[in-house]
């Protein structure tokens, strides 16, 4: 299996290496490794979905 790391992985998805360490200390992305201090992310990973926004509209908006 072909793994990236934490830099690398953030470049191909347009998000900080501290996003992408978060994510795998939190468990998010399957099949990460850590070795050592490194954590290894799998080439063929999707990046996780980021749960800190709601995609819904809001409900206590007025309309005018």
Request: aromatic share 8%; charged share 30%; hydrophobic share 35%.
């Amino acid at each position: 299996m072909e793994y990236l790391t934490v830099k690398e992985a953030g470049a191909k998805w347009g998000i900080t290496s501290r996003m992408v360490n978060y994510y795998c200390s939190a468990g998010r992305i399957a099949g990460a490794v850590k070795k050592g201090n490194l954590w290894l992310v799998p080439a063929t990973s999707e990046k996780p979905i980021d749960g800190r926004r709601k995609d819904t509209i809001n409900e206590n908006r007025v309309n005018r």
